[in-house]
């Protein structure tokens, strides 16, 4: 997609649109069920030791994230592209949260939630850049960074998407209060062969069109003027290792999973998940887990 072609749609979201995020998260939560871990995160797990398994691992993420945003105990949490409400179950089921709101852009993931979710869960589907004057305790975001800007997008460009996304969860907070944000980053740029530039474009233009993997750098000048940095952690490995499990489990089930997606779409994302675990073992994707302290 190129800028000149962008709709009004885009040009008000700045990231993906709606329209964009639907195409890979609306396939159906059936898709997803057969090889997501059963708390159904869609985002790099945290591991630890050979013998770990993904839901552990997941879970142990999850933990990371919620107490290093200051989670434990709060009134009130959001979570910025909430998936299928893993870590709003965390919030309230381990760290207590007493209110916790989920934003995403997909009706299938709210559906989801729907069927468990009581009143302590307030699950929209509405963009960040539509929610309006909230407060909050604290903020997570896994998983959502990376549709926040476009492909396409020079520098400039880019930054400015980040720093209003930045100003507006500053705005949400308290002075002191945290943001933790897990996203997808560009590695650095070493010799890339014709694979790697097949396999970054693939996964760009077929898998998550109208997205972009973030410079750490940029992230961070994004955040300068409305945040301080307390923790970076770089994990390409771990996203590897997740990405792996994902593709074994789908493979496993890959008959089962063309009936409910067909053949394209199946072999569409065993080609993707197999080119990220190679991208992060080659350190030309990473994983970045920030932990924002607002000031
Ligand atoms: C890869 S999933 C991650 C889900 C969840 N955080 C997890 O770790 O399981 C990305 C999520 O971000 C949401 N998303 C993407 N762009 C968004 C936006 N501009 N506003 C709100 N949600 C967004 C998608 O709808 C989806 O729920």
Same mark, same amino acid.
């Given at each position: ?7 009004a749609e885009q040009d008000r979201y700045q990231g993906a649109s709606d329209t964009a995020i639907r195409h ?38 999850l933990n990371y994230m919620a107490t290093g945003a200051g989670a434990t105990g709060a009134g009130r949490v ?95 907070? *308290? ?5 933790? @944000?897990?996203?997808? &980053?560009? $590695?650095?740029? /070493?010799?890339? !062969?014709?694979? =790697? %530039? ?10 998550? *069109? ?5 410079? @750490?750098?940029?992230? &961070?000048? $994004?955040?300068? /003027?409305?945040? !301080?940095?307390? =923790? %970076? ?29 067909? !053949? ?32």
């Open positions: 997609m190129t800028l000149s072609a962008r709709t890979h998260y609306d396939l159906g939560n059936e898709f997803y069920e057969l090889w997501l871990d059963p708390s159904r995160t869609y985002s790099c797990a945290l591991w630890e030791g050979p013998d770990d398994d993904l839901f552990s691992a997941q879970q142990r993420k959001l979570d910025i592209g909430c998936g299928w409400g893993s870590m709003l179950r965390h919030l309230v089921e381990v760290q207590k949260v007493r209110q916790v709101v989920g934003l995403t852009l997909s009706p299938a993931q709210v559906e989801s939630i729907q069927t468990w979710a009581d009143d302590r869960y307030d699950v929209r589907v509405q963009n960040w850049a539509d929610h309006g004057d909230g407060r909050y305790d604290a903020i997570v975001s896994m998983g959502a960074f990376e549709h926040f800007a476009q492909h396409g997008m020079n520098r400039e460009q880019r930054l400015a998407a980040y720093r209003t996304f930045f100003k507006r969860c500053h705005d949400w907070l *308290p002075p002191g209060g945290r943001l933790a @944000l897990q996203t997808n &980053i560009a $590695g650095r740029a /070493r010799a890339v !062969d014709r694979r =790697t %530039v097949q396999e970054m474009l693939f996964i760009i233009e077929r898998i998550f *069109p109208e997205s972009v993997m973030p410079p @750490l750098s940029e992230i &961070i000048q $994004g955040a300068e /003027r409305e945040f !301080d940095v307390v =923790t %970076v952690r770089n994990d390409p490995d771990h996203y590897a290792r997740t990405c792996q499990t994902w593709y074994d489990t789908l493979s496993a089930r890959r008959e089962q999973a063309r009936t409910v997606v067909g !053949d394209e779409v199946v072999d569409d994302y065993l080609q993707y998940l197999a080119a990220c675990v190679r991208q992060f073992e080659r350190r030309n994707l990473g994983l970045a887990r920030i932990i924002f302290e607002r000031v």
